[in-house]
């Protein structure tokens, strides 16, 4: 029997068709996610923004006190008015841009601004007297030597140097040192320099000088003086402004010698010379002297935001990316618990990719930063570093509960040694601890160490707070005595 035609159906007069319910579902959903997705994007970033605005207020009221500090102090105008000028000026840019609120670069400008005014602090601290330099910073094992015959000694924040003195770090050492003209030397891990005498400037004022014997320092100079960098085989001055490393091989004595910013005059004992300019790079073998090279830019880091705050129990993984330098091959990536990246959780040298992905397996706080190589195997500047911390949201090991108990705060006896006092306590793992206002690196454990400086005479208070995950926050105040001199 032929098959009978299929007969349509009479759609006359209307316009409308059928949708499954599968189909509308399927939209509710697609729905209901872009919805979740611009919840979490809008409270992304609100934290991320509000993140930052607190810091940027922490910074601005923390260069507000050094201003006002170093306002009613007369040396000022005689040997850091430069400086002082820069870190004035950055403040008030710091203020403007938090008033009109990009937070970012109100955070940046308070950073600049703080450090330059303490770099100001420190330097008058050393006035008045025959030092040279005093430590600011301390990580790991770093030794001092007094003069040539002297014992080996620790290293202490805050300790003074003098011409002749011989400081050496081990290989999970360093130090920051800062002069008297404000030039900070960060000494790195294997490294031996000697504080030299200084020298007249081109201006008039003295230089500050080293004599590094092997391994690698990173210098910044004032504003108004530059700083000589002997080494075995040459002499390097470091104009003033600028930022620069100098690095000798313990065995060889080959040097190398950059220029991330400023510039240097370079010379060898056999008397080559060399200008090396920003972002350039010079090696010394014997008496000969390389032409300059070119390094690579500092990369920018993306994602995440700096001092990003993550849930150990909601997040396993995190996304380290950076901006790509043009002419890079690869870049080197480190991630540390302190500041001057030393015993580092990860030293990687050789990543073509500007990605990285971490596993979270532990609380703390922690710092990264990322530089590039050129074809030719020249390193390029570090990158800025930036901070994460990573904390257990559940209370007493387990469940969804979050945390509203203060975190403990213990603190041991507070010795102090003139007008330097040291702390020492311990708190609950990956909370923020501040002394006096200052951030201070904690170990895997909680526990953590800070020289303080107290500069009046009598009784002064020594603030500890402990902040965790959560906001809860513990204070401890401490009174302790400063005899005078």
């Known amino acids: 029997m032929p098959a009978q035609p299929v007969q349509k159906a009479d759609r006359q007069g209307k316009d409308w068709y059928s949708v499954s319910v599968e189909t509308l579902q399927g939209w509710g959903l697609l729905l209901v996610l872009l ?146 003209d404000g030039t900070l030397y960060t000494v790195q891990p294997n490294t031996q320099l000697v504080v030299s005498p200084g020298s007249g400037g081109a201006g008039g004022g003295p230089e500050q000088s080293i004599e590094m014997q092997y391994g690698w320092v990173n210098l910044s100079t004032s504003q108004s003086t530059g700083s000589n960098v002997k080494t075995p085989g040459a002499v390097a001055r470091v104009k003033e402004s600028s930022e620069a490393f100098v690095a000798v091989d313990k065995g060889t004595s080959q040097g190398r010698f950059g220029s991330y910013r400023g510039s240097m005059e370079l010379s060898s004992n056999g008397g080559l010379t060399r200008q090396v300019g920003p972002l350039q790079q010079v090696v010394q073998t014997g008496d000969l002297l390389s032409e300059p090279k070119a390094m690579p830019a500092r ?39 302190n500041h001057l990246f030393v015993d580092n959780l990860i030293d990687a040298g050789n990543r073509t990719k500007t990605r990285a992905t971490l596993g979270l397996r532990g609380e703390g706080s922690f710092q990264w930063r990322v530089a590039a190589f050129g074809a030719d195997g020249v390193q390029g500047p570090w990158s800025e570093p930036r901070k994460f911390r990573v904390a257990s949201a559940s209370h007493g090991g387990g469940g969804d509960k979050k945390d509203a108990t203060p975190p403990e705060l213990d603190l041991g006896d507070i010795k102090t040694y003139g007008s330097i006092s040291m702390v020492n306590g311990r708190t609950e793992p990956g909370a923020r601890v501040e002394v006096n206002g200052e951030q201070v690196a904690l170990g895997a454990d909680g526990s953590f160490t800070k020289a303080v400086q107290l500069d009046k005479e009598g009784w002064n208070i020594i603030e500890v707070r402990a902040r965790n995950a959560w906001g809860n926050e513990t204070v401890r105040r401490h009174r302790v005595f400063v005899e005078s001199p």
């Open 299 to 337: 990369p920018e880091p993306v994602e995440p935001v700096d001092d990003l705050l993550l849930d150990l129990d909601a997040t396993k993984k995190l996304v380290l990316a950076w901006q790509p330098v043009p002419g890079a091959s690869h870049y080197a990536l480190q991630v540390s618990r």
């Open 35 to 180: 919805v979740l997705a611009g919840i979490a994007w809008y409270f992304y970033h609100w934290y991320a923004q509000s993140t930052v605005r607190r810091d940027a207020d922490a910074l601005i009221s923390q260069a507000e006190t050094l201003r006002q500090r170093l306002d009613a102090e007369p040396r000022v105008a005689t040997g850091f008015a430069a400086e002082y000028e820069d870190g004035t000026q950055s403040l008030r840019e710091a203020k403007a841009r938090l008033a009109g609120r990009d937070f970012s670069a109100a955070r940046d400008r308070g950073k600049h601004s703080r450090d330059v005014l303490q770099s100001i602090v420190d330097a008058l601290a050393l006035r008045g007297g025959a030092s040279q330099a005093q430590f600011v910073s301390l990580q790991g094992e770093v030794e001092l030597r007094r003069g040539s015959g002297g014992e080996w000694q620790e290293a202490r924040n805050h300790v003074q140097l003098q011409a002749g003195d011989t400081v050496r770090t081990a290989e999970n050492g360093s130090a920051v040192v800062v002069f008297q």
